[in-house]
């Protein structure tokens, strides 16, 4: 009896160590092509990555107007796009939380927050939740940087926009910006993946 509680008892952790493990694994990797999607944006419109037909890549920004790290975080994003859509890799952001949960993101309040901030990208809905599961996300916010290739959209970097959601002027490493430097220059991101800190995306 003993021993058929042992064998249990192990089968059980074997289980639950390759549950997590497949549940960890969902989502892009480095390297993987990332399909495209059709959202709508705070302006009533669809958008879709094919619709930028001169970007040479994009910034892939997870985020919402409810999480303090997301707010915290605007203005840098804000800046990101300023800084290289010119360059060919625009910002598009998505909300992906359950706005029954979060009615504070719903798309009136999107609309709020893009009008009083001014965002000059894209602002999309993740309506029913379809594609941050396909890319992995689990925070807001949470960065993807995707560069055009012959085969797609491919992911070349994942996490943090930088190393100090708190003060700005106290960053130290701007992985966004570094990881998109060294892809405008044709060189290899140095450091590709990185933690991404703020609040979980609600279900």
Request: positive net charge; hydrophobic residues 35%.
């Amino acid at each position: 009896m003993e021993k058929f509680i042992k064998i249990t008892v192990v089968a059980f952790l074997v289980f639950t160590v390759s549950a997590f493990s497949i549940k960890k694994e969902k989502g892009y990797k480095i390297g993987d092509i990332a399909t495209d999607f059709k959202l709508e944006n705070t302006d009533g419109k669809m958008v879709s990555l094919k619709d930028f037909k001169t970007a040479k890549g994009f910034i892939i920004v997870f985020t919402c107007n409810t999480c303090p790290y997301a707010v915290a975080y605007e203005d840098r994003i804000e800046a990101l796009n300023k800084k290289y859509a010119k360059q060919g890799y625009p910002v598009v952001a998505i909300m992906p939380n359950n706005t029954e949960v979060k009615p504070g993101d719903k798309m009136s309040a999107m609309q709020q927050r893009a009008k009083e901030k001014g965002f000059t990208f894209p602002y999309l809905i993740d309506e029913g939740q379809k594609i941050y599961p396909q890319y992995g996300a689990t925070k807001t916010p949470h960065i993807y940087i995707l560069e055009k290739t012959s085969k797609g959209n491919e992911v070349k970097y994942i996490g943090a926009i930088d190393d100090n959601y708190q003060d700005a002027s106290a960053v130290k490493e701007r992985y966004v910006e570094n990881a998109v430097d060294a892809l405008l220059a044709g060189k290899t991101i140095r450091v590709k993946e990185t933690k991404a800190l703020g609040c979980s995306i609600k279900v």
